[in-house]
């Protein structure tokens, strides 16, 4: 699968777990040239704490477009590890 903005695919990756109809790709799919980090945070009662990162392409910012569970909760524990998109990035097959 490929996560795509602005024109631009920002991940891909086979290798894609999905929770709740989200594609969670490998961090190591997007890169860190792609994103600056972000102090937003919210709560799932199940999955836990998720931080952000803004998208940053051709000058062009999607602030909190990714999100991630540093710690995940051990229901989600197969999440650890990855990230999600939204805001406008699409998920395309590859």
Known sequence: MRAVWNGVTIAQSDDIVKV???A???REALSDALIKDSATNTVCPWKGTASYYT????GKENPDAVWYYPEPKDAAK??????AFWRGVEILPD
């Open 55 to 58: 998208l940053v392409v051709d």
């Open 78 to 83: 197969k999440i650890r590890g990855r990230v």
């Open 24 to 26: 969670y790709f490998p």
């Open 20 to 22: 709740e109809g989200n």
